[in-house]
């Protein structure tokens, strides 16, 4: 990595990547949720290029000497800063002052939560670790939003109003995604949810106080649940009656389908936007599109 990082800085500064672009904003954001709210923000005045492409998965991603380029020839580079984002800082380092873009870490815009299993590491006297799929919080994007909005602002102070103006659309959105997902949670029968897949949900059921039970804590890299993991989420489904179990995008839906055979409950994605495929990509699906699909399918669970 460090002789790649060497040789494509190398590259940045034959090309002259340092003076940035002309006639308008660029901005890279790595994951969906970035993307959607900087184009949204900046509309035709910016240039908004996602840099983990659709259908990737984003946790095991690893950037391209075409990656990096794009980053060292944005204005604006917009990222979430978890754990999948750890290459980062490595790659920011290696940018001198004059050609490193303008930053934006999304968990420093809101509260980030401790991710659930945090006595444990506590107790080893680790570090806590920090749940980065914040953007499930429809609260939490509007701040995201809100942050964009000032960041390019600040690069592009002739254009503020035209930023905040559209901030305020798109939050405005939000608010009716946000007051949809509180309507379902108060007209429903339970007050739970069962994941049978990973979980990247946290501030989502934090947000609207639900219970929940998951095959996979956050988006761990296990494949296969413990035996009592399963016992678990079916007899919770057969003794709660929950009508539906949840996967998330891309998913193998192997233990849905277990569940579902067992229990006959039914079997709904529950979108994370932390990637989208392809043709929700080339649809121009948005987190606010998705995010409503979302609303239909929690209300579907809860009744």
């Not at 057969?238 to 998913?251: A, H, K, L, R």
């Amino acid at each position: 990595m460090k002789r790649l990082m060497f040789c494509v800085l190398m590259l940045i500064g034959l090309l002259g990547f340092a003076a940035k672009a002309e006639g308008g904003l660029k901005v890279v954001a790595t994951n969906f949720p970035c993307y959607d709210f900087a184009r949204q923000v900046a509309g035709d005045r910016g240039e908004v290029t996602l840099l983990i492409h659709p259908g990737v998965e984003v946790h095991s991603y690893e950037p391209s000497p075409a990656d990096i380029l794009a980053i060292g020839g944005a204005d604006l580079f917009v990222y979430v800063g978890g754990e999948s984002d750890a290459w980062v800082e490595s790659i920011l380092s290696g940018f001198d002052a004059a050609g490193a873009p303008a930053t934006l870490r999304m968990m420093e815009a809101v509260t980030p939560l401790e991710e659930e299993g945090e006595d444990d590491a506590h107790a080893h006297g680790e570090g806590p670790e920090y749940d980065e799929h914040i953007w499930t919080s429809p609260k939490n994007a509007m701040d995201m939003v809100a942050a964009l909005s000032d960041a390019l602002s600040g690069l592009d102070p002739d254009n503020a109003g035209a930023y905040a103006a559209a901030a305020e659309s798109y939050i405005g959105q939000i608010e009716e995604i946000d007051a949809a997902f509180a309507g379902a949670v108060e007209s429903g029968k339970r007050r739970e949810l069962v994941f049978a897949d990973r979980f990247p949900f946290l501030y989502f059921v934090r947000e609207y106080g639900l219970d929940y039970v998951a095959a996979f804590p956050s988006c761990t890299a296990q494949t296969e649940p413990t035996p009592q993991t399963m016992l678990t989420l079916i007899r919770r489904v057969e003794q709660d009656g929950i009508p539906v179990v949840y996967t998330i995008e891309m998913s193998t839906q192997a233990v849905a389908r277990a569940v579902a055979e067992e229990t006959g409950a039914g079997i709904r994605t529950l979108y994370s936007l932390q990637t989208v495929t392809q043709a929700q990509f080339d649809a121009g699906e948005t987190y606010v599109s998705l995010m409503s699909q979302n609303v239909e399918a929690v209300r579907e669970g809860l009744n």
